[in-house]
């Protein structure tokens, strides 16, 4: 290269750098029991075009009936992002992996977009509604079993009737073919019948005395799960010749599905569905209606810095990813762009990221040691600088094993444990509370020993988790100003899982480290705690569910264990209390920050009438992206802002 | 050799280099005298504030106060809480909740506002508002709350035994102090980063490690360069054709592959600073081998090499004293290449997260890859990134024109 050009070539390539990165920014949190099903840090499969395949300013008045993988008319199709990372792999429910942001996600608050379940769980008010199903379900007297009706005006896409038998069947098919909703559930549902065409019967599984093992999980099953049509389960076995394996990732193009929205485009740019115009629950014991928007179309964005320009160019109506900052788009970019609630925290935090000790490592075995990196951690920082205060602070919402929302709030007697609850930054606590339990530094090096070696710890979390990553710096920089060595390590997602769900977890480099906790779902808090301290998971291998640091005690485990089948509300209180009082005595984990159930972030050039704080909505829909459990009410609240 | 300095400062192109280099690297050895804060403390609660100077302003109430009448004093306030746009949005407002349009005027702030609180209502729907524009009105009619009021706002503090709130004292809107008598001001000239740490700080401290990554690795390149050339040039025969079968290898791997699975391999937990040096040094050795060697072969049948050789000296000393001073010059120019470019492999690499960790040490890649991961550049934080990428440019745009003086001196085919 002519010596001349090189100054300008270094010059150039800077700035290429910066154009070509290509990391993933933040992190989505999957729900408690499924393994990852969709994780934006799992990097995109398929390279994309750089341009978003959309086509944002076009808005013909008349559209004509738009072409798969044509352009869509912008005024009848709702863009998101954030939801769909590579391309979509299957259409089939009995999958695990499908890949297919739009229109599969079973779990707390399922997406019934294409696939129904037979109640629609809300987060805001904690109850289930019902959509498949004909009114509330009811419990027999023992507790021991569901009963519950389908509705009569649902329908199957290919105009055939949703039946009781269809829900026997779906659950059969689960059980038979080994899904991991199976695998999940099978422990505490034990049987579902069809008595007639309408009524379905749920059995728990009992326990030796009688009692059903787990009646929140069966109860939770009714809003998690989807319910398939027996006769296309049938054509799904036929085509599978009964290989389990081949009926689970069969790619079920061919799927009859009940709800309001199915295929219509899909390839590694972009994915889209249609509403089926005959959809049932235009029916008046339904929505009365059909949804608003005729498409609903995702890009497949390479990370979240293109899915962010395309959001504040409104190629994209409903967020779904954490955008740094997101008050600048409307304080200072002046955008129609909004969050549930107008001001921060933003939105409705509903699961609690936390860092969990390795409690074998040396140590950390000692609560005294666990507490004081706990309170001198300055959580003020993490929430402001990391999440940019895109959560409640420990002072708004004091600690617990509770997520923010005001109904689990209720669940616990606040005074009782408030002298236990920290908001962090307590270096000179931290110091005494070591000092006291003799953890000191005798040889004068900054650091203080146990055994005579120095503490040294590694704090860490997968690469590229943007937000986490920034907290566990936080973290690490409490352990110096308490004589504590911490330092940080961030591995691959793809070797970090692997690891952290595997016990025992390694000697070094895993100390402290971070995961997640349960969000908004009908089985909370209690899912949450189990998750948190339960002895269930602990020490356990290929641990997807929660307490990876390996925390035993017999004492939780008991109450853990009885609060399923308490109805008592003020027992329940007393019992949450208890458990929490002896989380934050023992320390097993410390929550960083509240985090959403997820991010919803909308901009109304096109669409408005989005959920928002205060709207009106009766039951309030939640900002669940217009597409999750009762959220998708809100789909058809949506007007045109230009109509 | 003072007349070979003499020469080389005599290239402009060389002193425009070399000053600029001198200045980057003075202020990395005395910013942090004077600035004594650790690089990566964490000093912003929130991210990236803008560059400016910050003043306490629990501090300021404590300060001794002047008072100031300056007649655009109420101008300037009025002007900041409300803007043109803003007022052009209440008269909006005001239209559809049903006052005539003429009775409107965007000019005349007291009638304006006066209509405003007479007529805003939050609850009030109004068809086609967005949620996002109901929001703003909400934000605006609590900026603009009081905004012509004359009277100061009023100091209260908590009475320890009963908690009612009982007056101090009033700050008086032609209250002011004087910056330099407040108790704690804190200047960033290029604000803070996504952690809330002070940007130039930061900046001057990874642009101490960048140079440093650039000199280990520029040595390390050179130094494997330089043996293998000479040792290929000079001896030749199998020795030389083995060293060059090596060298085609690495010359057909582009090394910035190499680089990047080598630093991934590794792992972050061994990936310190040092060790990103090394990596980037043994990578970038291949085209300093290749021209040395290319030089060797021409100086190898010299007048004066072969009088040495006769003279029964040895290899090393050969190469020592009679090869090697005749290339020292191109060596020089090599080293300051690949320093520049070693300055630039790590900024790469950091940007792809395969950088030093993050925790030790601030780099010039690492910044740039936090304010990416932080969205700085689209968000428009200019202070996050650009100042780095500056750095980066300086720095190795300054070793570059060292290297064009540096050959316009030593090499024949240029000279005046």
Known sequence: MPKKLQAVASLLMVFSFVLSACAPAATTVPPTEAPVV?????????????????????????????????????????????????????????????????????????????????????????????????????????????????????????????????????????????????????????????????????????????????????????????????????????????????????????????????????????????????????????????????????????????????????????????????????????????????????????????????????????????????????????????????????????????????????????????????????????????????????????????????????????????????????????????????????????????????????????????????????????????????????????????????????????????????????????????????????????????????????????????????????????????????????????????? | MNNTLRQIFRSGKFVTGFAIFVAILLGTLIYPLIITDAPLTIIGQGTFFPPGIYVSVYDSLGSTRYTLDLGEANFNRIASRLSEEDRIAIKEWLVAAGIPEADIDTADTQKLLTQWEENFDAKKSIPGMTNAKRNYYVRLDKSIDGLLSAEGAILAQANAETGALEQTGTVEQSDFVNVQQVANVRFLPLGTDNFGRDMLTELVAATRVSLIIGFVAGIIATLIGLTLGLLAGYIGGPVDDGIMFITNLFTVIPSFVLLILISFSIGQEQRGAFTVAVVIGFTSWVWTARAVRAQVISLRNRDHVNLSKLSGHSTVHIILTDILPYIASYVVMALILQISSGILAEAGLSILGLGPKTTDVPTLGLMMNWARIYQADIQGRWWAYLPVLVTIAMVTFSMNLMNTGLDQVFNPALRD
């Open chain 1, 38 to 643: 969709e994780s934006p840090t799992e990097a995109p499969v398929a390279a994309p075009t750089d341009a978003p395949a959309v086509e944002p300013t076009v808005a013909p008045t008349e559209a004509p009936v738009a072409e798969p993988g044509g352009s869509l008319p912008r005024n009848e199709t709702l863009y998101y992002n954030g939801q769909q990372w590579g391309a979509v792999a299957c259409w089939n429910p009995y999958s695990s992996s499908c890949n297919n942001g739009l229109a599969i996600a079973q779990g707390d608050s399922a997406r019934v977009t294409m696939f129904e379940t037979p109640y629609l769980y809300n987060m805001l008010d904690g109850k289930q509604y019902p959509l498949l199903a004909d009114g509330p379900y009811t419990w027999n007297d023992a507790r021991t079993e569901i009963t519950f009706k389908i509705k009569p005006a649902a329908k199957w896409s290919d105009g055939t009737p949703v039946t009781a038998e269809d829900v026997a069947y779906t659950w059969a098919s689960h059980l038979k073919y080994e899904t991991n909703t199976a695998a999940a559930n099978k422990d505490y549902v034990d049987t579902i019948e069809a008595v007639d065409a309408q009524t379905v019967v749920i059995k728990a599984k009992l326990d030796e005395d009688g009692n059903a093992i787990n009646p929140l999980l069966v109860a939770a099953y009714l809003s998690g799960n989807y319910v398939m049509q027996k006769a296309w389960t049938e054509t799904l076995e036929e085509r599978a010749g009964g290989d389990a394996a081949k009926f689970r990732e069969d790619v079920a193009e061919d799927v009859v599905y009940s709800g309001p929205y199915h295929m219509f485009f899909s390839d590694e740019t972009k994915v889209v569905l249609v509403r089926n115009d005959e959809y049932w629950g235009q029916d008046a014991s339904m929505w009365g209606k059909l949804p608003a928007p005729k498409y609903l179309a995702h890009a497949i964005y390479k990370d979240n810095a293109a899915g962010f320009t395309a959001l504040k160019a409104g190629e994209v109506d409903v967020s779904q990813q954490f955008n740094a900052n997101i008050q600048d788009l409307w304080l200072k970019d002046g955008l129609p762009i909004s969050t549930y609630l107008p001001e921060a925290p933003y939105g409705i935090g509903a699961s609690l990221p936390t860092a969990f000790f390795n409690l074998s490592s040396p140590g950390l075995d000692n609560a005294a040691i666990r507490k004081a990196i706990a309170i001198a951690v300055d959580y003020d920082t993490i929430i402001a600088n990391a999440m940019t205060n895109q959560s409640a602070t420990f002072n708004q919402v004091p600690r617990s094993v509770m997520n923010p929302t005001a109904g689990e709030q209720e669940m616990y007697d606040q005074a009782a444990v408030a002298d236990l609850q920290w908001a962090g930054k307590d270096i000179e606590g931290a110091k005494a509370l070591l000092d006291e339990a003799g953890v000191v530094d005798t040889d004068g090096d900054g650091w203080r020993e146990v055994d005579g070696k120095n503490l040294s710890y590694v704090a860490t979390c997968p690469n590229g988790w943007s937000d986490w990553q920034a907290a566990i710096e936080v973290v690490a920089a409490a352990g110096k100003e308490i004589g504590i060595e911490i330092t940080t390590n961030y591995p691959e997602w793809s070797v970090y899982q692997t690891v952290v769900t595997v016990w025992p977890l390694p000697e070094a480099d895993y100390d402290i480290f971070m995961m997640w906790s349960g969000g908004a779902g009908p089985t909370q808090p209690w899912g949450r705690v189990r998750g948190l301290i339960g002895g269930e998971f602990a020490q356990t291998t290929g641990n997807w569910n929660g307490n990876w640091g390996g925390y035993i005690n017999p004492e939780v485990d008991a109450i853990i264990k009885a609060i399923p089948a308490e109805t008592d509300a003020a027992k329940l209180k007393e019992m949450y209390t208890e458990l929490t009082r002896i989380y934050l005595t023992e320390v097993p984990s410390f929550t960083l920050m509240y985090r959403p159930q997820v991010f919803h972030a909308v901009n109304e050039s096109v669409w408005t009438n989005f959920p928002h704080q205060d709207d009106g909505t009766n039951p309030p829909v939640p900002p669940m992206l217009l597409t999750d459990g009762w959220g998708i009410a809100g789909l058809y609240n949506l007007t045109l802002v230009e109509p």
